[in-house]
C-alpha cells in the first residue's frame, strides 16, 4: 500500500506537527481554568431562574469562563473566576434581582486546583499503562499445540508469528502520544491569543480521546494480527510484513474513515448549536477524533513496520 511506502513523509509531516503542538505547549502554556486555578464559589437557591436566563445575565458581567450547574430542584452552584470587588458586587447584585438566596459565598484556593492538576496527570498516565497492558495480554502469543513426550513431559508451543505483543502496545502509546499532543498543542495557542482556558471538561475529553483512539489502532493491528496467523497457517512466513500491514490498511481504512466521520458529525452539531459552556469540550473531541484517525492509519501502521524490522 502507497502508505507504508510513504511512510517517510507521514513521519516527516507527523514529526512537524508533534514540534508545533509541543513547542506551543512548552513556549506559551495552557491557560489554567477555574477548575486548576482556584476562584469563587457561589451556591444559592432561586425559586423563579432557570439555567438559561442566569447563564444570559452572568453572559453581560464579563467573568470570562465560568460554571454554573443545578444543584437539587431549586438550588444551583457557581464558579468563576476570582471575583474583585466591583465584579463580586455586580453578581450578587444580578442574583438579587433574580431573587435569589445566597447560601455560601466563599473563595477555593489553589490548593485544590493543584490537586486537580495532580489527579488529572495520574489519570492520563494510569489509562496509557491500562492500555498498554491490555494490548500485550490481548495480543499475547496464542498456543499453537501442545505435544506430549514419551517421557510423559507436555509442551507447549505459542508463536507470536514474528511480531511481539509488547511491540503492538508501545506503537499504540505512541500514537496516543500524538493524538494527546495534538489538541493540548491547540488549546496553548487558543489560550495565548483568544484567551481559552481549559478546565475538567478538557482533562475528560482527553481522557475521552484515549479510549477513542486506541480503538481505530486496535482494529487495524488485530487485522494484521489475522494476516500473520493466515500466512503461518497457509506457508506465507516469507510474505514481507509491509505487505502485511499494507493489505490490513487497506481493508480497514474506510471502517476507520467512515467512523471518524460520524462521529465528527455529531461534535460539530453540539460545538456550533450546543451551550457555550460545551464548546471547548467539542472542539478539543473534534482536534482529538481527527488526530486518532490519521496517527491509526499514516502513523502507527507504518510504524509497526519500522520497528519489526528494526528488531530484526
Given at each position: 500500500m502507497q502508505i507504508i511506502k510513504n511512510k517517510n513523509i507521514f513521519f516527516g509531516i507527523t514529526g512537524v506537527v508533534i514540534a508545533l503542538a509541543l513547542g506551543a505547549t512548552i513556549v506559551l502554556g495552557l491557560r489554567l481554568g477555574i477548575d486548576f486555578t482556584g476562584g469563587t464559589l457561589?451556591?444559592?437557591?432561586?425559586?423563579?431562574?432557570?439555567?438559561?436566563?442566569?447563564?444570559?445575565?452572568?453572559?453581560?458581567?464579563?467573568?470570562?469562563?465560568?460554571s454554573l450547574r443545578s444543584s437539587g430542584s431549586e438550588g444551583f452552584i457557581l464558579r468563576t473566576k476570582a471575583l474583585d470587588g466591583i465584579q463580586r458586587e455586580g453578581v450578587l447584585a444580578m442574583l438579587g434581582q433574580q431573587g435569589a438566596v445566597i447560601?455560601?459565598?466563599?473563595?477555593?484556593?489553589?490548593?485544590?486546583?493543584?490537586?486537580?492538576?495532580?489527579?488529572?496527570?495520574?489519570?492520563?498516565?494510569?489509562?496509557?499503562?491500562?492500555?498498554?497492558?491490555?494490548?500485550?495480554?490481548?495480543?499475547?502469543?496464542?498456543?499453537?499445540?501442545?505435544?506430549?513426550?514419551?517421557?510423559?513431559?507436555?509442551?507447549?508451543?505459542?508463536?507470536?508469528?514474528?511480531?511481539?505483543?509488547?511491540?503492538?502496545g508501545i506503537v499504540a502509546i505512541i500514537a496516543l502520544i500524538h493524538d494527546v499532543l495534538v489538541p493540548i498543542g491547540i488549546f496553548a495557542l487558543m489560550g495565548y491569543f483568544l484567551g481559552a482556558e481549559v478546565g475538567v471538561l478538557f482533562v475528560m475529553a482527553l481522557l475521552a480521546i484515549l479510549g477513542y483512539?486506541?480503538?481505530?489502532?486496535?482494529?487495524?493491528?488485530?487485522?494484521?494480527?489475522?494476516?500473520?496467523?493466515?500466512?503461518?497457517?497457509?506457508?506465507?512466513?516469507?510474505?514481507?510484513?509491509?505487505?502485511?500491514?499494507?493489505?490490513a490498511l487497506s481493508e480497514t481504512i474506510t471502517r476507520s474513515i467512515n467512523t471518524?466521520?460520524?462521529?465528527?458529525?455529531?461534535?460539530?452539531?453540539?460545538?456550533?448549536?450546543?451551550?457555550?459552556?460545551?464548546?471547548?469540550?467539542?472542539?478539543?473531541?473534534?482536534?482529538?477524533?481527527i488526530a486518532g484517525t490519521y496517527s491509526s492509519i499514516f502513523l502507527a501502521s507504518p510504524l509497526l513496520v519500522v520497528i519489526k524490522k528494526w528488531k530484526e
Open positions: 457561589i451556591e444559592f437557591n432561586c425559586d423563579e431562574c432557570t439555567k438559561v436566563s442566569l447563564d444570559t445575565s452572568l453572559s453581560v458581567q464579563d467573568l470570562g469562563e465560568y447560601g455560601n459565598f466563599s473563595e477555593v484556593g489553589p490548593t485544590i486546583g493543584e490537586e486537580l492538576k495532580s489527579k488529572a496527570l495520574w489519570a492520563m498516565g494510569l489509562v496509557m499503562l491500562a492500555i498498554v497492558l491490555f494490548i500485550a495480554f490481548a495480543f499475547r502469543p496464542a498456543i499453537v499445540k501442545t505435544e506430549e513426550s514419551r517421557e510423559g513431559i507436555i509442551t507447549v508451543t505459542r508463536d507470536s508469528h514474528g511480531v511481539s505483543s509488547w511491540i503492538f483512539s486506541v480503538n481505530d489502532t486496535i482494529v487495524v493491528f488485530d487485522r494484521v494480527r489475522e494476516h500473520l496467523k493466515d500466512n503461518a497457517e497457509n506457508g506465507m512466513q516469507g510474505e514481507d510484513f509491509g505487505d502485511t500491514v499494507g493489505k471518524s466521520l460520524t462521529t465528527l458529525f455529531v461534535l460539530l452539531a453540539l460545538y456550533f448549536v450546543g451551550p457555550a459552556v460545551t464548546q471547548n469540550f467539542a472542539l478539543t473531541l473534534i482536534a482529538g477524533v
